[in-house]
């Protein structure tokens, strides 16, 4: 069976409404499955985290029940992900029988096995985070992650013998030192299994707000948790669809939760008979004035009115075009609207524009025909789709964007050197034939290179230029060769892709 293209982001805890770093995230993973549809079986999940402490503190502090809590808010993160032009194939929710019927599967297999035992836990728990710390981690008593307090926890829960794994994790990452990015976090992995593992607590009995155990008491959240990627794909040993995504080709977290997803997740699926995923990238946080942005700080930014102000393509393109993907990086609303004034209105924008305005001037806005006078840009780019494509699925985002501003760029000063006015008033039939079908044919690559960043601006961009089938084809057959823009094609030129925006229309917003 043919192999397919499996790419998850983290489900987001439901303790409050998102903020835009759950937009990054999630924007980075529709980047990676619109690119990976155009060449084959692609399959995109999010979701949400629904069980735990801190959800059904949250639900009495507000007089909820915590499924109505969580029922309330659900719709929030299905309608921030429409808002940037999310296209996930599914959506788990960690309440949904298909989900719990699968995480006491996984239990009763553990346990079978001898993975599970039961025993007594005490030690340091961040409700917050829903984590367990050891008491030399803490910083001046309070949790590393959040900074908030720390409560002692005593009680007889079920252990899953992470210890048992600890060489083959440590093998796991030397035999493949790519498969936890960037290497900062690798190494930082790499340094807590040579320091040594404790097996794991994997249940809690002080309240019941998670998928029951039969026995008495609720799966840890952070099991529960993990097991969306597989029950989500219908895990089981003879389930096709399961055994065609899995394992993910990507699995994107932020660097807070590596620890879960690349030493703990992992021993898990290795207990289960299951096979690790092929990467796990643990990207860096927005950050406002040098903090992380998170509810918990209480500096979190509206992504909702971020995308209203901006436009959700130039809130797209600004997450991506900003920093290495990996790499922290600060906000501000001027960073945004210079981005969006300068490579989006004057470099795409205005190229889109004057090159219509002079096909509606000069040919009645038809694609000519390409012509004998070639300016070599099919020859110059011809390699551009693939370094495209293999940049995007190698989390190297930025690249691929200034990848592909080359192009824009090279464009843009065609149309300068040649002057296609000149060539008109010459009379130089030919000549100007040749540069208004290259430019031409240059906005469709645009158009489809472009798309995965900017889906909704880039399928305006393709209507206008009238170019024939989908903006989202297959690359290699759309744009193996320079020329695939039928002369006598029909453009239709309207307003800007991307009006500018005064700075100080922002700052008094």
Same mark, same amino acid.
């Given at each position: 069976m043919e192999r397919a293209y499996y790419v998850t982001t983290p489900i987001y805890y439901i303790s409050g409404n998102p903020h835009i770093g759950h937009a990054y995230t999630t924007i980075v993973a529709d980047v990676l499955a619109r690119t990976a549809?155009?060449?084959?079986? *692609?399959?995109?999940?999010?979701?949400?985290?629904?069980?735990?402490?801190? /959800?059904?503190?949250?639900?009495?502090?507000?007089? !909820?029940?915590?499924?109505? =809590?969580? @029922?309330?808010? /659900?719709? %929030?993160? !299905?309608?921030?992900f429409?808002?940037?032009?999310?296209?996930?194939?599914?959506?788990? %929710?960690? *309440?949904?029988? %298909?989900? /719990?019927? !699968? /995480?006491l599967r996984v239990f009763e297999r553990l346990r079978e096995r001898g993975d599970v035992y039961l025993g007594k836990y005490e030690g340091w728990y961040c409700v917050s985070d829903e984590t367990f710390w050891l008491e030399s981690k803490l910083v001046n008593g309070r949790c590393p992650t959040c900074g908030r307090e720390v409560q002692w926890i005593s009680e007889d829960d079920w252990f899953f013998r992470l210890s048992a794994y600890r060489d083959r994790l440590i093998e796991h990452f030397e035999r493949n030192p790519g498969w936890v990015q960037?290497?900062?976090?690798?190494?930082?992995?790499?340094?807590?299994?040579?320091?040594?593992?404790?097996?794991?607590?994997?249940? %809690?009995?002080?309240?019941?707000?998670?998928?029951?155990?039969?026995?008495?008491?609720?799966?840890?959240? =952070?099991? @529960?948790?993990?097991?969306?990627?597989?029950?989500?794909i219908g895990w089981s040993e003879d389930d096709a669809f399961f055994h065609r995504y899995w394992p993910a080709q990507t699995q994107l977290v932020g660097k807070e939760i590596a620890r879960f997803h690349t030493i703990i997740w992992p021993a898990i699926l290795w207990a289960l008979g299951e096979a690790a995923p092929e990467l796990v990238f643990a990207h860096g946080w927005i950050t406002v004035d040098g903090q992380k942005m998170s509810k918990s700080l209480d500096n979190a930014v509206d992504p909702f009115l971020l995308a209203d102000r901006f436009g959700a393509d130039a809130m797209r393109y600004f997450l991506l075009r900003e920093a290495p993907f990996g790499s922290d990086f600060s906000y501000s609303e001027e960073k945004i609207a210079q981005r969006r004034n300068s490579d989006l209105a004057n470099d795409l924008g205005n190229l889109l524009q004057r090159t219509l305005s002079m096909l509606a001037r000069y040919r009645d806005g038809i694609v000519p025909e390409r012509g004998a006078h070639r300016g070599g840009l099919g020859e110059r780019f011809a390699s551009l789709p693939i370094m495209v494509r293999e940049r995007i699925l190698e989390l190297r985002f930025r690249e691929a964007l200034e990848s592909i501003w080359e192009l824009v760029t090279t464009l843009n000063k065609t149309i300068d050197e040649r002057k296609p006015w000149e060539l008109h008033k010459a009379a130089r039939t030919e000549d100007l034939n040749a540069v208004l079908y290259d430019l031409c044919e240059g906005l469709r690559w645009l158009a489809m290179l472009l798309h995965p960043f900017m889906p909704e601006r880039m399928s305006e961009m393709w209507e206008q230029l009238g170019a024939p089938g989908r903006i989202d084809e297959d690359w290699a057959s759309a744009l193996g060769a320079w020329g695939g823009l039928p002369p006598a094609t029909q453009t239709a030129l309207s307003g800007p892709l991307f009006p500018k925006i005064e700075f100080e229309t922002v700052a008094s917003t």
């Open positions: 549809r155009t060449f084959g079986p *692609t399959f995109f999940l999010t979701g949400t985290d629904e069980h735990g402490q801190k /959800v059904a503190n949250a639900a009495a502090a507000a007089g !909820k029940t915590p499924q109505e =809590w969580c @029922d309330e808010l /659900v719709p %929030r993160w !299905k309608a921030l429409a808002a940037y032009h999310v296209e996930y194939d599914d959506f788990i %929710r960690t *309440t949904e029988p %298909r989900h /719990v019927e !699968k /995480v960037p290497r900062s976090v690798y190494n930082e992995m790499m340094a807590i299994l040579r320091e040594g593992l404790d097996d794991l607590s994997i249940s %809690r009995t002080s309240f019941d707000w998670g998928v029951p155990i039969p026995e008495g008491g609720v799966i840890y959240v =952070w099991l @529960d948790a993990l097991l969306n990627y597989i029950t989500a």
